[in-house]
T-cell receptor, first 114, second 115 residues
């Protein structure tokens, strides 16, 4: 069964600094991978997703993520963080055989300091 | 509808009472999920409906939890004999059709507090 690990419970970065949120997955084949964001008081919103092809995918709000098969990782990055990026970020995986159930990681809470 | 709609948005109930949470998915979406998010916790998968297939109930934490989906649209999550540890946000989500690559869209959640 597929699983997702987000090793960092919370991360604090300074506004304007770069950001990388880690995500590792466990699945026997190439999964479908997603990053969602949950801002305070708001619902979950899709940032980006990877199916196949180019391993570097671009998302909304200036985010990108890179799929690395050898490391079973799908880390989320942003070159310059804005205060409005403070939120909870969830990595998710969907297996591509049977069921298509979406499994989420535990989430990483991002704090942005001035 | 325009998005996934959940009701009630907030529910306070006494320990031992039963509660029902409702989810209206986006019109035409065949896949429907229920997740639970406890304070400071991640998203815990509860149950997944896909079209006419048997639901995946593997995430339901106990037999006090059940869910059904009528007519392939509206879903109800029922918690019987509620306990304080059931306090959480219950999130419903839907996606367009079977397929691993489909984005799932979340509702705003139902905040359940058991006192």
């Amino acid at each position: 069964a597929q699983s997702v690990t987000q090793p960092d419970i919370h991360i604090t970065v300074s506004e304007g600094a770069s950001l990388e949120l880690r995500c590792n997955y466990s699945y026997g084949a190439t999964p479908y991978l997603f990053w969602y964001v949950q801002s305070p008081g708001q619902g979950l919103q899709l940032l980006l997703k990877y199916f196949s092809g180019d391993t570097l995918v671009q998302g909304i709000k200036g985010f990108e993520a890179e799929f690395k098969r050898s490391q079973s990782s799908f880390n989320l990055r942003k070159p310059s963080v804005h205060w409005s990026d403070a939120a909870e970020y969830f990595c998710a995986v969907v297996g591509n055989t049977g069921g298509f159930k979406t499994i989420f990681g535990a989430g990483t809470r991002l704090f942005v300091k001035a | 509808g325009a998005g996934v709609s959940q009701s009630p948005s907030n529910k306070v109930t006494e320990k031992g009472k039963d509660v029902e949470l409702r989810c209206d998915p986006i019109s035409g979406h065949t896949a429907l999920y229920w997740y639970r998010q406890s304070l400071g916790q991640g998203l815990e998968f509860l149950i997944y409906f896909q079209g006419n297939s048997a639901p995946d109930k593997s995430g339901l934490p106990s037999d006090r939890f059940s869910a059904e989906r009528t007519g392939g649209s509206v879903s109800t999550l029922t918690i019987q004999r509620t306990q304080q540890e059931d306090s959480a946000v219950y999130l419903c989500a839907s996606s367009a059709h079977q397929g691993a690559g489909n984005t799932i869209y979340f509702g705003e959640g139902s905040w359940l507090t058991v006192v």
